[in-house]
């Protein structure tokens, strides 16, 4: 199992970045992926989540709701994390995370240890 998250960079506040997670050897239909993001001396915070099509709506946090949105493409094997009207105070690095989907209703407001695989970071700098 691998996740591959990329698209991070420095961005100016108000602006926008799409991150990618490409996964590899399973495929979305029967995972959940997790975005999460960690800033400095703070814990990994759980910011969006997506499971199989017969989910309900995918989760967003507090702290992104209405400005971040996570979608995906099965066909692609990706999930992405659209971000809109950037704050300085989003300025982490971000993972994707992936478990299996059997047995979960939902995935929101969950922590890093309900997660099996994870990718390597990707940073986000937002400027002031």
């Known amino acids: 199992v691998q996740l591959q998250a990329s698209g991070g960079g420095l961005v100016q506040a108000g602006g926008s970045l799409n991150l990618s997670c490409a996964v590899s050897?399973?495929?979305?239909?029967?995972?959940?992926i997790g975005w999460f993001r960690q800033a400095p001396g703070k814990e990994r915070e759980q910011v969006a989540c997506?499971?199989?099509?017969?989910?309900?709506?995918?989760y967003t946090s507090d702290s992104v709701k209405g400005r971040f949105s996570i979608s995906k493409d099965n066909a692609m094997n990706t999930v992405y994390l659209q971000m809109n009207g950037l704050k300085p105070e989003d300025t982490a690095l971000y993972f994707c995370?992936?478990?299996?989907?059997?047995?979960?209703?939902?995935?929101?407001?969950?922590?890093?240890?309900?997660?099996?695989?994870w990718g390597q970071g990707t940073q986000v700098t937002v400027s002031s």
């Open positions: 995370a992936a478990r299996p989907s059997a047995g979960v209703a939902f995935c929101g407001g969950w922590g890093p240890t309900k997660y099996d695989y």
């Open positions: 997506i499971g199989p099509t017969t989910y309900r709506t995918p």
């Open positions: 050897e399973f495929t979305l239909d029967y995972h959940i």
